[in-house]
């Protein structure tokens, strides 16, 4: 037995030694140095389609927000010696995991990091960049989540990166104790970092095009819109969301408000209206946890409000990224920026189907219609005249004049009731301000419209046999390996594969050349648009499959904006 323990210990001590002296046998593709003199070391992925990508994940791009720098605005990483091991991309912020179905509190509070991916033998330098902001309502989600398996099959680089959400990210007291928008500025702290160190990776740094989708294209349409953001990307691509969706901005006075409330109950409490400098001091006080867990004391009724803390304005900070309400922009950089913007087909069944799982909730809501429908649908900071006018309009609209139970039965019309208060009023909106008589830049709209093997409702919702149609996020399955992923039980057919090669095609092209089209296979020139009624590519055939997968088509669900905005006028 001595013997045996004897040759144990000798072969680990072998491996020890060979491990240990492994330094020179690092490809030098994998060394990257950075632009302050410190470098990295990354490992070797393969894309889906088997080519070498040369992955740096977990490069710190800001110091921790931790202690002191809690609530404050983020500090770039100070230059390091020598190099850093960058191997692994599952840092998260603290969160409650949006798919785990105990809702468990995950992450850390040092969690500024980015990842980086390059092709390993491109055909071309230097190469297109892409950065990619993950959505999530700025409270969950993490960069990690988003592999480089599809655009890697092409000669782009990615880059993800994972911001502060929830409280520690947004947070605001309108003062320079707690000036909030932290997570954008974050996000801002990444485009400089990209504009200071890609070329090192044989990137161009002005070929760079930022995307995003729900809460991360709404981030995407904040970072076009504001001057600290000039000449840090190119392109744009929106994806299910952008600042007019009325989850994606909240009023100074709410906001403090909420704020408020929010400390008061972690314990937190104002003891004047100027001591909001004591009170930020407690909160730095407070474990992690709590700052998360709280948040759901700012409930109104179910989840709602879905996003706590959104974006806001900043009065009092002289290096606030908003200074006035984005409804309100007059120098908009971001007008002369490619854009390339769009929906999914059924947005709201990532609302719809969460109320109508839960029997509580049905009944809830069949018996406080008038109440609880201006909560669901946001427009409660309305008079209450107001509030009655639009629920019954919605309520003759959608519903024919039914209600409760009997309207939510009407099940399709219940989710584009979500869907269009939701998402469809913002995006019309926000096109509507950037067409307003202006010169813009090319803008190219789509209506997602192809329902997989996969789908997100699954994953929000448990599995289940009905179709509910293409959910909040489906897209998105199209551009990383989600499908892998732990919550889904589903493959990718042959028409999934077809739907997940163009789709990244567009979308690599469009950052390539600011042109999505032409693409092999595809019998389709998807012109952009620049007034109503909108032209758009829709993309997929759902229910209709007759039609071609690829189309062109004019008039975006053009009785239901009407009707939008003769409400809101």
């Given amino acids: 037995m001595k013997k045996l323990c004897d040759i144990s210990l000798l072969f680990v001590a072998i491996f020890l030694i060979i491990f240990a002296s492994s330094d020179g046998k690092i490809s030098e593709s994998l060394k990257v140095t950075l632009s302050h003199g410190g470098g990295i070391i990354g490992r070797y992925l393969r894309s889906f389609n088997g080519r070498g990508i040369c992955a740096f994940m977990g490069i710190p791009y800001a110091e921790p927000p931790i202690g002191k720098l809690r609530f404050k605005n983020p500090v770039a990483k100070s230059p390091w010696n020598g190099y850093l091991e960058t191997v692994s991309s599952?840092?998260?912020?603290?969160?409650?995991?949006?798919?785990?179905?105990?809702?468990?509190?995950?992450g850390n509070e040092d969690c500024l990091y980015l990842n980086v991916y390059v092709p390993q033998f491109p055909d071309t330098k230097p190469l297109p960049v892409m950065v990619y902001f993950h959505g999530g309502g700025w409270f969950t989600?993490?960069?990690g989540f988003y592999n480089p398996d599809f655009f890697l099959d092409h000669d782009v680089i990615l880059v993800t990166g994972t911001y502060r959400l929830g409280a520690l990210g947004f947070l605001t007291t309108n003062t320079s104790d707690s000036p909030g928008n932290f997570g954008l500025k974050d996000?801002?702290?990444i485009l400089k970092w990209v504009q200071q160190n890609i070329q090192a990776f044989g990137g161009n740094p002005e070929q760079v095009t930022i995307f995003g989708e729900s809460a991360g294209a709404a981030s995407v349409t904040y970072l076009m819109s504001v001057s600290a953001t000039k000449g840090l990307f190119h392109r744009a691509i929106a994806q299910s969301g952008n600042y007019l969706n009325n989850w994606a901005f909240l009023e100074p006075a709410r906001a403090i408000k909420r704020t408020e409330k929010f400390a008061t109950a972690i314990g937190c409490s104002l003891?004047?209206?100027?001591?909001?400098g004591k009170l930020v001091e407690c909160l730095r006080g407070k474990s992690v946890v709590d700052l998360v867990e709280y948040a759901s004391v700012l409930n109104e009724w179910d989840s709602d409000p879905v996003v706590k803390f959104p974006p806001t304005i900043e009065h009092d900070e002289k290096d606030g990224i908003i200074g006035e309400h984005p409804k309100n922009i007059k120098e908009n950089h971001g007008l002369k920026i490619p854009l390339l913007i769009g929906l999914t087909r059924d947005e709201g069944v990532v609302r719809s189907l969460e109320i109508k799982s839960v029997p509580r909730l049905v009944d809830d809501l069949h018996e406080k219609w008038d109440e609880i429908l201006p909560i669901i649908l946001s427009y409660t900071e309305m008079d209450a005249v107001k509030q009655m006018e639009i629920t019954k309009a919605v309520t003759d609209f959608y519903f024919g004049g039914k209600r409760g139970k009997e309207a939510m039965e009407m099940t399709q019309n219940f989710t584009n009731m979500c869907t269009d208060f939701m998402f469809f009023k913002g995006f019309n909106d926000y096109l509507q301000q950037r067409?307003?008589?202006?010169?813009?830049?090319p803008t190219?709209?789509?209506?997602f419209s192809h329902r997989g093997d996969g789908t997100f409702a699954d994953a929000y919702f448990g599995i289940r046999e009905e179709d509910h149609g293409v959910c909040h996020t489906d897209d998105i399955i199209y551009l990383f390996p989600i499908l892998d992923k732990s919550m889904f039980r589903a493959a990718p057919s042959q028409e999934d594969i077809f739907m997940q090669n163009n789709?990244?095609?567009l979308w690599v092209n469009f950052a390539t050349s600011g042109n999505p089209t032409p693409v092999d296979k595809l019998d389709v020139t998807w012109t952009p648009a620049d007034k109503f009624p909108l032209d758009y590519l829709r993309i997929g055939n759902y229910k209709n499959p007759s039609q071609p997968i690829?189309?062109?088509?004019r008039g975006f669900w053009t009785e239901r904006q009407v009707f939008l905005n003769r409400v809101f006028k």
């Fill in 435 to 441: 067409f307003n008589g202006q010169e813009t830049a």
């Fill in 141 to 143: 989600d993490y960069a």
């Fill in 90 to 106: 599952e840092i998260m912020c603290p969160q409650k995991k949006l798919f785990d179905r105990v809702l468990s509190i995950a």
């Fill in 503 to 505: 789709l990244v095609k």
């Fill in 187 to 189: 996000q801002v702290e």
């Fill in 444 to 447: 190219f709209l789509y209506l």
């Fill in 550 to 553: 690829f189309a062109m088509e």
């Fill in 271 to 276: 003891d004047n209206e100027n001591a909001w």
